[in-house]
């Protein structure tokens, strides 16, 4: 008796242009008339290079110590929408994204929705990469503004390290983001008024074109989540 065995994606050399302009055409034919049969581009294009994305992140992450879970099958996201509460009733996303849970011992179950993490997100003209906590549960948010609240030093130091600020930026710079007031319980003029009304801990740069396309975005990404490491320990400190 033979077991089969399941091939292994190719060594990650980088996404082709023509998976950038698949995309792009994706938005413009967004049925499964124009894709059903183009499915096999898509597999070649897209989802077998992201597999070996994430197995080459992977290497990357523990080789420098970075705990994030990096999984071909667990990371990618699908490129097929859940339409069923939608009134956008478009079948594929527009995008490929992948996610990285924080996998430290002790740490949330990666199955669960908003814990800490990186992210990894690829549509023409928005090529970026990130991480923080996207719409945490309720409880995981006030543990966010307690210690703001209580350890604004400590918060401080993560969001303010000067290779982190370079890199990204703010945290939550986007203000659909925040709340518009200052959640109940804290006073209005708290001194940490705007990392109170902060409703998804989040943060990321952009990409340009010419690094997604090169062997060298694995090493790019890992670069980024290693100079993200403070904020992404904060957060799973939570």
Not at 144 to 156: E, F, I, K
Request: net charge neutral; glycine share 6%; charged share 25%.
């Amino acid at each position: 008796m033979t077991t089969a065995s399941v091939e292994a994606p190719p060594a990650f050399a980088g996404f082709a242009p023509e998976a950038i302009q698949f995309l792009a055409d994706l938005a413009d034919n967004n049925d499964r008339a124009w894709f059903a049969p183009r499915k096999a581009d898509y597999e070649r294009l897209l989802r077998r290079p992201q597999e070996a994305l994430c197995l080459a992140l992977a290497e990357r992450f523990a080789a420098r110590g970075i705990p994030l879970l990096a999984d071909p099958v667990k990371s990618p996201f699908r490129i097929y929408r859940d339409t069923r509460f939608s009134k956008d009733k478009s079948p594929y996303k527009r995008h490929l994204g992948a996610s990285f849970p924080w996998s430290e011992p002790g740490a949330p179950d990666p199955a669960r929705v908003g814990g800490p993490g990186g992210y990894f997100h690829l549509e023409p003209g928005e090529i970026y990469v990130g991480g923080g906590m996207w719409h945490p549960e309720k409880e995981r948010l006030e543990a966010w503004r307690q210690l703001v609240d209580r350890q604004p030093a400590r918060v401080h130091a993560a969001i303010d390290d000067p290779a982190f600020a370079a890199a990204f930026g703010a945290v939550s710079a986007d203000g659909d983001h925040r709340l518009k007031r200052v959640p109940a319980g804290y006073p209005p003029d708290h001194p940490e008024a705007e990392l109170l009304k902060i409703k998804d801990v989040v943060f990321g740069r952009r990409l340009p074109d010419a690094v997604v396309t090169s062997v060298d975005l694995p090493d790019v990404i890992a670069d980024a989540f290693a100079t993200a490491l403070p904020v992404l320990r904060l957060l799973a400190s939570l």
